[in-house]
């Protein structure tokens, strides 16, 4: 027996544990106690991480698809072949067609392996202009709002919830998700504490989750307006002269003007649409100003809807006209080890448009609402191939049925996953890279939004298999192959000639980092330090940054965007749109589990077992007018298709909003994970629209679909 002490990669959350191994098999998790960040926390995903380890369903050496649709089987080949065929066969499409004729989806996993800091260098050889990601079905609203303010997308401004004393909370439900752009472990706990401490923690969102249940106030709002709550509070803060910027006005332009902008949104012009009465908003935009400290936080029910990215702009607005930005219990930015904020500069954007319906690039991606446009539709430019690696959009992004069928109709496929998933059935080649814990760990992108500025490094906890490839191997040996170069050539193009491994990047961003000449104590950060200790190192809580962090041209905030301020006059409009009772009108939301992540950990017999959890959430009035009762089965209807679900009547979600679970829907043929295939549930992707958007950013608006329901 042994044991190893490991960030889990599951979430955001990057906890600390410690994995007991006898001989070949993890026979115990737990959290680590010592841990400097997570202290001991663990949640149901973390305890499963062997029993994803040990699936019998993973994959373990690359599978060739031979045949097609339902008769179609798998045969093992070799990792040479495998990388061949691959690479000959993205290379005949890139001959053929030109570059852009293979696309890439990049899933969320990607960015929870510090292999990915070798995914640029395969990106790099494909040279396409149809790169797709998570992003644009998560966070691209806040993204866009953070290129805008502070000059780059990954300057993300992360509550400091341990130190503040107002949290407010929009449209993310913490005590579940366990964070997002916000990484901390057990949330719940630390949001249990600004209250024990004398703080207030307010929630906004159409349902009553595990959050508003622990906070001190909920509101109900009706999806899709937040930017009209948002502009009513401004509006509050102007007319009661609150707004107290402080030292950020020494380097802030345009506070004015916005605040001039928010003069149509009285509180009781709003109240109506969000369903929020106006001496509730009055009085929330009072305490927000007047609290010692306040941060303002909004993911990623903020993000999918039309208004996503004007309504992330304003939760900064908000947090910076009331002097909370870059001070200590408001929101900060961090400090981390890795600074890959830095190493990426100032962000790019609108350098192309996709072809068919002209969304905007941004960060050389474009939406990913538009990759089965891009597959379907004829013509010059089409994508013919794809890769996909760490990502089963058949279930994460919006009109599911539509993209099933165009992986379906692909000329060739490539997929780097773990699993044949829901997407991957339709890749000609499943390349696998080893196993999660044969590999080691570092938390690139998570330390660097983290509430606490820490550095952690993680060993494998098996040896990787002789015949394994690692995912930054198989995106480099891919890479060599596709432009007729060498894998040292290839990293060395990026990295230069003394590295071989993402640790060896790592070793080197310590270097160059923050720390690398002190680590507070005099003495240089080292990755021999970190690795040496393996309950990490605590770099101190966030420091005030600004304006030196600031990526901006002139490094000062504009505040007043025109680009912004466009979509504040457009907002006007929607003040005439109270909804009619009398409106039969429904709205789809999403609803986040703890046993469920995204959509691939459904084959863990310890998180799925126990009652169907994919089911529709309806108010009891709302039920009533539909005449239906508790378990009944309903057919829900959107623009785009329909499904059939179980419901549970609850008046946990407000009237006229009802919610599905995402990630569900494994009942699709071929898919080579049992567990999940005998609890399927249904993808309420297969409902959310394709051509609902962010209007700025493109990100879809999975929540607010509307949707009719028939008994079914
Ligand atoms: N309706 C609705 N849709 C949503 C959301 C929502 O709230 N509502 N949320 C959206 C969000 S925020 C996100 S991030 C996306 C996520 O959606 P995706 O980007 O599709 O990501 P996941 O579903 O997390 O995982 C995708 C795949 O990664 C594989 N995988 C797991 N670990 C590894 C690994 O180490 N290596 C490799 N190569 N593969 C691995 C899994 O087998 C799985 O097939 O879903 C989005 N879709
Ligand atoms: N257990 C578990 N943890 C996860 C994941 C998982 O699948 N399972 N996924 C991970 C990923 S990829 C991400 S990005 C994060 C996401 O982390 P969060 O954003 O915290 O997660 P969600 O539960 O999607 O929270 C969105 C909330 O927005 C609400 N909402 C919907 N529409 C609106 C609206 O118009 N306005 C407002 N104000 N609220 C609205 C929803 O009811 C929901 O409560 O979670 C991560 N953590
Ligand atoms: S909260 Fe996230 S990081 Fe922590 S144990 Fe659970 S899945 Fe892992
Ligand atoms: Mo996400």
Partial sequence: MRTVKRACHLCEAMCGLEIDVDGDRVVAVRGNDDDVFSRGYLCPKGAAIGDLHHDPDRLRTPVRRVGSGPDATWEPIGWDEALDFAADGLNRIREEHGDSAVGAYLGNPTVHSHGSLFLPLLLKALRSKNIFSASTVDQRPQEFAYQTLFGAALLVPVPDVDRTAFLLVMGANPAVSNGSLMTAPDLKRRIKDVRARGGRVVVIDPRRTETARIADTHHFIRPGTDALLLLAMLNTIAAERLSAPGRLAGFTDGIDEVLAAAAPFTPEAVAPVTGIDADAIRALARDFAAAESAAAYGRVGTCHQEHGTTTSWLVQVLNIVTGNLDRPGGVMFTTPALDVVAASGPTRRGRWESRVRGLPEFMGEIPVATMSDEILTEGEGRVRAMLVSAGNPVLSTPDGRRVDEAFAALDFFVAIDLYVTETSRHADIILPPVSPLERSHYDHAFSALAIHNIARWSPPVFDAPADGMQDFEVFVELAARVAG??????????????????????????????????????????????????????????????????????????????????????????????????????????????????????????LVKGRDRCTLLVHPDDATRHELSEGDRVVVTSRVSSLEVPIEISDEVMVGVVSIPHGWGHGRTGVGWKTAAANPGVSVNDLTDATLLDRLSGNAALSEVPVTLARA
């Fill in 485 to 606: 170069s060498t894998r040292a050539e290839i990293i060395a193009s990026r990295f230069g000639p003394d590295v071989e491994t993402p640790d060896d990047v790592v070793a080197m961003g310590f270097a160059f980092g923050p720390y690398g000449a002190d680590r507070g104590d005099g003495r240089p950060l080292t990755f021999d330090d970190v690795r040496d200790t393996p309950d990490g190192i605590d770099l101190g809580p966030l420091q005030p940054r600004l304006p030196e962090r600031l990526l901006t041209s002139d490094q000062r905030i504009q505040l007043a965007a025109p680009e912004l301020l466009a979509e504040v006059e457009l907002l006007v409009g929607r003040l005439a749109e109270a909804p009619d009772a009398a409106d039969d009108g429904l709205l789809l939301i999403g609803r986040r589990q703890l046993r469920s992540n995204n959509s691939w950990m459904h084959n863990q017999e310890r």
